[in-house]
């Protein structure tokens, strides 16, 4: 059975968000991009679906901007091709899924392995919908992932607790933070990628089904103040919750 | 054709309160959207639910009752979800952000459902004419976003302990509908729910969350955070340097790769406050910052600041809140 590997490309955690001119969208300038934190595990658990099941493992990243190097990166871990879907504006989740629901069909029966949300926009939602659209069952913020015969068991943290959940295969798994340990590419495997594929493909961007309005910061904090140094300030500090901004 | 359909979530047969919100929001933006506000319920035995429904003010209720149901799957929640939508001839979903929520709200409104417009985790929502405007965080809470719906339907996620859930109330009549699958046809769904470790409270749920960082110094270093937050009745939280050492479990990193958070009382020690982290917690009500460093980012959002050892500060403030109870 193949894995599909499914990457978005988003500006760094450390990153300070500026808006931009149009105050619809940021302001990309100085803005260092990466692999969306979450897909680095889904990577991860599809390397070692390859390595359990055999047949072939994609990457695919939808996106206005060039990702090679983030793309190689993923064929040196341990891809065996990656797919560019090159598109002429942004996109959401839904017209995300489609595109990539067109692409992986043809490679089905395939697992597909995504993070459980991209860290820009939030919305956790692609993967849920791509398994909607290649008619899979999904299972989304997986936690921890055990793959048997022609099925896997997942858990997943929900509020207060933890859901166990049996999925048969092929599925759609979006992956939390932790799910397992990503390895790192050596440099043997790094000159390997540079021979492996890499295609990029222009696909023209369904209509978008939301409008922005408006993108903004949010209001400042009101200025704190430093209390004082040490143990002696704990006296106030304490007054201060309690007569003041009376949490306690 | 106008109307808003609600896809409540219960555990036990009792509506969740994130639910409630979510439809109240729901009545009130009835005479914007038009038509009616029709709550779904899904389950297994869930007629005290679905009682509870009909006398909120909804004025319609759908349950759909079957074995299959009781435990939450993607699939068979969406599959009865989206055809209770199309029954209903609604153009706007609400459905509570939580975490099955959030699943469900994006699994209806794809491509193969109900192709809708989709805002996760509303913080608000305004009306603009006749249209639904939706205001909701992006980049973990660091910009806020307006968006409204091109697509003939508008799916939101509504995010938990924001609208205010006071309900008209009123008698809806129960209608039960049948799930549009086979009974066992399922191909992922949840076998088993166990609660959390007890006694200690989920970083994203609690009202005061103690949180450490590096200046904890090491794993063991956490025993005064543990100790404060015990005294507190307060969860532990985590910044993402101690979570990626090992030092604390995922399940408590704040920030953007981690939980966000709005506590009424956050309490950051030994964290210098890094962008992402600041993210996860700027919108807690009150923030005190502990820290060696003066100059550490955590001081410019911090209410209150106490620049020192939280090995030293910690103990002295537990013993000081323990003092007042």
């Known amino acids: 059975m193949n894995a599909i590997c499914c990457i978005a490309r988003v500006p760094d955690t450390a990153t300070r968000i500026k808006i931009g001119p149009n105050g619809k969208s940021i302001d990309p300038e100085g803005v260092q991009y990466v692999i969306n934190p979450f897909d680095e595990f889904a990577l991860e658990a599809a390397i070692q679906h390859k390595e359990a099941k055999g047949g072939e493992l994609v990457v695919m990243y939808v996106g206005q901007d060039d990702f090679a190097k983030d793309l190689r990166q993923c064929l040196a871990k341990g891809a065996d091709k990656a797919i560019h879907l090159k598109i002429d504006g942004p996109l959401g989740p839904q017209g995300i899924s489609s595109l990539l629901a067109e692409k992986i069909r043809p490679l089905m029966p395939a697992s597909v392995f995504c993070g459980k949300q991209a860290v820009d926009g939030d919305v956790g939602g692609m993967g849920v919908m791509l398994a909607g659209l290649l008619d899979v069952p999904a299972v989304s913020k997986v936690s921890s992932l055990e793959l048997k015969d022609d099925t896997a068991v997942a858990t997943r943290e929900i509020e207060g607790g933890v859901e166990t959940i049996d999925a048969s295969l092929p599925c759609v798994f979006t992956f939390e933070k932790g799910a397992n340990e990503p390895r790192r590419a050596g440099l043997k495997e790094i000159m390997a990628a540079k021979k492996k594929p890499l295609e990029v493909e222009e696909v023209s961007a369904p209509a978008p089904k939301l409008s922005v309005e408006s993108l903004e910061l949010p209001p400042p904090r009101p200025e704190g103040r430093i209390v004082g140094e040490g143990t002696e300030a704990v006296a106030e500090l304490v007054l201060l919750l309690r007569e003041e901004s009376k949490v306690i | ?325």
């Not at chain 2, 970083?203 to 005064?224: K, N």
């Open chain 2, 1 to 325: 054709m106008p109307g808003i359909c609600v896809i409540t979530e219960q555990r036990g047969g009792e509506v969740k309160r994130a639910s409630l919100e979510a439809l109240a929001e729901a009545l009130r933006k009835k005479s914007t959207v038009g038509g009616d506000v029709t709550a779904v319920v899904l389950g297994h035995e869930i007629g005290e639910a679905a009682a509870a429904l009909a006398a909120s003010g909804a004025d319609q209720v759908v349950a759909f009752d079957r074995a299959d149901l009781a435990l939450y799957s993607s699939e068979g929640h969406c599959a009865c979800a989206a055809q209770a939508v199309r029954d209903a001839g609604a153009s706007v979903v609400f459905v509570a952000a939580t975490i099955q929520g959030r699943d469900l709200a994006a699994a209806i409104s794809g491509g193969a459902a109900l192709d809708a417009g989709y805002a996760a985790d509303c913080t608000a929502i305004d009306t603009d004419g006749g249209d639904l405007v939706a205001t909701r965080p992006v980049f973990a809470g660091k910009a806020i976003i307006k968006v409204r719906c091109t697509a003939e339907t508008f799916v939101l996620s509504l995010r938990p302990n924001i609208f205010d859930a006071t309900l008209p109330g009123g008698s809806a009549s129960v209608t039960t509908a049948t799930p549009p699958f086979d009974e066992g046809s399922l191909r992922a769904r949840v076998t088993g729910i166990a609660a959390s470790t007890k006694g200690r409270k989920d970083v994203a749920e609690a009202d005061i969350v103690v949180s450490g960082g590096r200046g904890a110094g090491s794993p063991e270093g956490f025993a005064p955070i543990e100790a404060l937050a015990e005294a507190l009745d307060a969860a532990v939280g985590a910044s993402r340097a101690v979570v990626d050492l090992g030092w604390r479990p995922h399940a408590e990193q704040v920030g953007q790769t981690g939980k966000v958070v709005s506590p009424k009382l956050y309490v950051a020690a030994g964290i210098s406050g890094a962008i992402q982290h600041l993210a996860g917690m700027r919108t807690s009500k009150v923030i005190v910052a502990i820290n060696k460093d003066p100059a550490a980012p955590i001081f410019k959002v911090a209410d209150y600041g106490i620049v020192g050892d939280l090995h030293e500060v910690l103990p002295a403030l537990k013993d000081a809140l323990l003092a007042l109870a």
